[in-house]
């Protein structure tokens, strides 16, 4: 048990996010090992101060203002040999810590606290009485160790609302990348490099309002979706726990004529399905099947989505001719592209043969060999699209598709009745 223990503590020194920080606590782990269990206490908080010192002097460095003025009185009181005002400090410094800078949460300050109290029992003999000696259990000391390095060694020094304003105005800048793969490299060595679940969560909660906010412009929308990606990346069990707190009441309060951002949600993170709650997985549903003509365009992607699927193919049975002219497409699934040839071969006339040859032929690559054949045996029972003017040449770009052998594809021409366009 006690190798375990070692082998742990000798973790958690590795955790310290610098050589500093894991020089200071390395001190007290010794000493715990050592079985010097008051002096391990003394040195974990030594450690705490020097980590937070250490903070403030980063912040200064970077432009904090109240650092800088904290830093400032510190070097004063120390050139001064100025003892009541650096006790002083050092009594505040974890309120300091808390309050101003956010660097610790309450619960967090509590433990740290705790171990400040524990270290002046152990180093000041006269706060106890004299036939008392404070003999700290060894399981005492590992635990302050423990908290030093979860709560404040191993994180930078922005962790609270500033580390909040930079992460946001990291996405909110145009040289941000919009693509997950380069935002997940980007934000993997700022504050979201080891966060608290607390900067996680209302990083998350701003990204969220954002996507899902109308007149956002288009770019910023992809930097903040590639965003959102980038956190599931780096922080998966943080992510989905933020999101299954927050996203359902966020998408609720999305309006009707706004879903579509929704949509867009799903398409970059498309487990975003599993956090919402019934209520609203009905609401989309519902506008899914009803899908309004200027949202036609998700179409392809709903239909590739399993949780929406039959909605979709719903709405797609009800798409008409019109609609499907005014929509463009990224590309056509299996089902949209049924749904084309159904269209085409069922002209009334040249007019909308011809019409809708142009369409297929902008899709043509995205038809299938198998729908490539039905087109071809359909043709010629058609005798408006037969004797159209652009049948020719969207024949000519499916045979340039290459989906077959172009001797195969002529040779289903012939057994057609279409030989006139080989």
């Known amino acids: 048990m006690l190798n375990s223990s070692i082998a742990d503590l000798d973790e958690l020194v590795l955790l310290c996010r610098d050589e500093r920080a894991r020089s200071y606590i390395s001190e007290a782990v010794n000493c715990y090992r050592g079985g010097a269990y008051r002096a391990a206490i003394v040195a974990t908080w030594i450690a705490v101060c020097f980590d937070i010192i250490d903070k403030l002097r980063e912040l200064n460095l970077s432009g904090d203002k109240a650092a800088e003025n904290i830093v400032e009185a510190l070097d004063k009181a120390r050139v001064s040999n100025d003892m009541a005002s650096a006790l002083k400090f050092e009594r505040e410094l974890l309120d300091v810590a808390r309050d101003q800078f956010e660097l610790l949460s309450h619960l967090e300050h509590v433990d740290l606290d705790r171990l400040q109290q524990d270290r002046n029992r152990c180093a000041h003999p006269s706060l ?10 060894g399981e005492l000391a590992r635990l302050h160790i423990r908290s030093a390095v979860t ?10 609302k500033s580390a909040l304003e930079r992460l ?3 996405v909110n800048s145009e040289y941000f990348p919009d693509n997950v793969k380069k935002a997940t490299a980007s934000l993997s060595s700022g504050p979201l490099k080891r966060p608290r679940d607390s900067l996680v969560r209302n990083f998350l909660v701003v990204l969220l309002k954002q996507a899902l906010s ?5 770019k910023l929308r992809w930097r903040t ?4 990606g980038a956190v599931r990346s780096l922080h998966p069990r943080m992510f989905e726990s933020a999101m299954k707190e927050k996203l359902t009441p966020l998408c609720q309060g999305v309006d009707d004529a706004n879903l579509s951002l929704v949509i867009r949600l799903f398409r970059q993170i498309s487990d975003c399905w599993n956090f919402l709650g019934q209520d609203v997985h009905h609401r989309i549903e519902n506008y899914v099947a009803n899908l309004p003509f200027e949202d036609l365009e998700y179409l392809d992607f709903l239909l590739d989505f399993p949780a929406l699927k039959k909605q979709a193919s719903i709405r797609l049975s009800k798409t008409t001719r019109a609609e499907f002219r005014s929509t463009s497409f990224f590309g056509l699934t299996y089902e949209l592209a049924d749904k084309f040839i159904a ?5 009334k006339n040249y007019a909308e043969a011809n019409e809708w040859a142009q369409e297929m032929m902008f899709y043509a690559s995205d038809f299938s060999t198998e729908q490539q054949k039905i087109l071809i045996q359909g043709i010629q029972e058609n005798s408006q699209i037969y004797e159209s003017i652009e049948v ?7 045979r340039d598709t290459n989906k077959m052998p172009r001797s195969d594809f002529d040779e289903l021409l012939e057994s057609n009745g279409l030989k006139k366009f080989v």
């Open 151 to 160: 709560h404040l060694l191993q994180h930078p020094p922005v962790q609270g």
């Open 343 to 347: 269209i085409y071969l069922s002209s």
């Open 225 to 228: 979706l590639a965003a959102l």
């Open 128 to 137: 106890l009485s004299d036939d008392q000696v404070f003999q700290p259990p």
């Open 214 to 218: 109308v007149g956002l412009d288009w």
């Open 392 to 398: 020719k040449e969207l024949l000519h770009k499916l």
């Open 168 to 170: 946001v105005r990291e």
